[in-house]
C-alpha cells in the first residue's frame, strides 16, 4: 500500500524557517515527480514546488521563489522543503503528493498526482 508522510510542521514567527520532509513508501522504485501543495483555510489547493525525472528538475510558484528549495533527501523515496523567510501568507497545511510514472502531466496540476500525504501544518505568526 502506497502511503506519504509529512512532517517538520509548526509555529515560526515571520523572517523563519522550516523544513518539511515527506516520505513515501510502498513502492520499490521512486517517484517520478513529487511535489508541495498548500491550501490556506478559504482557498484551494495550490502548488508549491516540485522536483521530477532522473535529472531532479526543479519548479516553483512565483511567490517561494528564492525563499523555498526543494530536493530529493538521503533516504530513499523522501523529498525535502526548506522554507527560508518565512511570511504568515505562507501560513497553511502542506501536503506531499508523488506522481509514480511520468505521464505528460502538468507538475502544477494537483490531478498530476497519484498519492498524497495527510498534510502538515505550517503557521507563521507576524
Known amino acids: 500500500q502506497v502511503q506519504l508522510a509529512e512532517s517538520g510542521g509548526g509555529l515560526v514567527q515571520a523572517g523563519g524557517s522550516l523544513k518539511l520532509s515527506c516520505a513515501a513508501s510502498?513502492?520499490?522504485?521512486?517517484?517520478?515527480?513529487m511535489g508541495w501543495f498548500r491550501q490556506a483555510p478559504g482557498k484551494e489547493r495550490e502548488f508549491v514546488a516540485a522536483i521530477s525525472g532522473s535529472r531532479s528538475s526543479t519548479y516553483y510558484e512565483d511567490s517561494v521563489k528564492g525563499r523555498f528549495t526543494i530536493s530529493r533527501g538521503n533516504a530513499k523515496n523522501t523529498v525535502l522543503l526548506q522554507m527560508n523567510s518565512l511570511k504568515p501568507e505562507d501560513t497553511a497545511v502542506y501536503y506531499c503528493a508523488a506522481e509514480w510514472y511520468y505521464t505528460g502531466g502538468l507538475y502544477y496540476q494537483a490531478q498530476t498526482y497519484d498519492n498524497w500525504g495527510q498534510g502538515t501544518q505550517v503557521t507563521v505568526s507576524s
Open positions: 510502498g513502492r520499490t522504485f521512486s517517484p517520478y515527480t
